[in-house]
């Protein structure tokens, strides 16, 4: 089994690499190395607000999420992003649920990174992922 090493945002910013897509970057906490992910205008907005603790009027798609699963107990205890193919990332959200049960569900790492800000969730990724 890969090593587990715990990420925080450093910073998003508009790729040069793709028009429309925001380039987020995530760094290991304890060490040097940087994963950038290239993401989407509206992934980009949801966590630029949430960075920025900007409240819009309407919630959200990821407020919205938040909002349904507080009301069911549920909570994110982390994301992992788990997998780098061909170019593309790919992620899981831990859930759990009020009496301890825990799923684990795929889910595209840029949702995944806006919905950890909204829970306070930890961001991890393996070591072959960083590596890469």
Known sequence: ????????????????????????????????????????MFEAQSIAVELEQI???????????????EEFGL????????????????AQLEILSEDGKSVTVDARPSYAIALSLRFSAPIYTIEAVLSE
Do not use: C, W
Not at 55 to 69: A, C, E, V
């Open 1 to 40: 089994m890969d090593k587990i090493i715990e990420l925080e945002i450093i910073g998003l910013s508009s790729s040069h690499a793709q028009s429309g897509s925001f380039a987020l970057v995530l760094g290991e906490k304890e060490g040097n190395r940087r994963l950038p992910i290239i993401v989407g």
């Open 55 to 69: 409240k819009p009027k309407r919630p959200l798609t990821h407020d919205l999420f938040k909002t349904i699963s």
């Open 75 to 90: 909570r994110i205890k982390q994301v992992l992003i788990t997998n780098l193919k061909e170019g593309v990332f790919y």
